[in-house]
T-cell receptor
């Protein structure tokens, strides 16, 4: 079974902190994604990566950055966390040419 | 971007077929339709996808109308574990600009 693992299920951080969300996939997938999910807004794409060291902005990249130094790992970085970044964050991966992505369990981030 | 429209909620009796409709009237010729579901507090799970032809796998069947303006996901024998939010999603773009457009989904309640 494909496994996408996010480092934390729940996280509480303070305003202004730098926050790292880690995601690892074990199926050698080329594509990896970061989404956030908010009530009434659905899933929104933050960033995606189709190869090591490559990244593309999604629909809401402001306030976020990403890093993909190894194929299996995709990190989402909140440079200076703010309360409006309180959300469920979902990581996903898929193989090249096929967009039936596999998702991790999500990280519920609360910024206080 | 093409968008999808789904009823916000539906009910189904356990053991009966659940038919979940989706309208994607603005879809263009090379855009795929994907279905995912999300059980409470978990990441979305891929179900099935299609372009023009009807598709079936071990989880569900996907019926796409000839004009491709709508589709129906069929769970042939719904169980209580099928209670979830079901998302009908369109893949748009090409190359490295491909992405999935997520709506708010249909909350399916399977009742005993």
């Amino acid at each position: 079974d494909v496994k996408v693992t996010q480092s934390s299920r729940y996280l509480v951080k303070r305003t202004g902190e730098k926050v790292f969300l880690e995601c690892v996939q074990d199926m050698d997938h080329e594509n990896m994604f970061w989404y956030r999910q908010d009530p009434g807004l659905g899933l929104r794409l933050i960033y995606f990566s189709y190869d090591v060291k490559m990244k593309e902005k999604g629909d809401i990249p402001e306030g976020y950055s990403v890093s993909r130094e190894k194929k299996e790992r995709f990190s989402l970085i909140l440079e200076s966390a703010s309360t409006n970044q309180t959300s469920m964050y979902l990581c996903a991966s898929s193989q090249e040419g096929w967009w039936g992505a596999f998702f991790g369990q999500g990280t519920r981030l609360t910024v206080v | 971007d093409a968008k999808t429209t789904q009823p916000p909620s539906m009910d189904c009796a356990e053991g009966r077929a659940a038919n979940l409709p989706c309208n994607h009237s603005t879809i263009s010729g090379n855009e795929y339709v994907y279905w995912y579901r999300q059980i409470h507090s978990q990441g979305p799970q891929y179900i099935i996808h299609g372009l023009k032809n009807n598709e079936t796998n071990e989880m569900a069947s996907l019926i796409i109308t000839e004009d491709r303006k709508s589709s129906t996901l069929i769970l042939p024998h719904a169980t209580l574990r099928d209670t979830a939010v079901y998302y009908c999603i369109v893949r748009v773009g090409a190359g490295n600009n491909r992405k999935l457009i997520w709506g708010l989904g249909t909350s399916l309640a399977v009742n005993p």
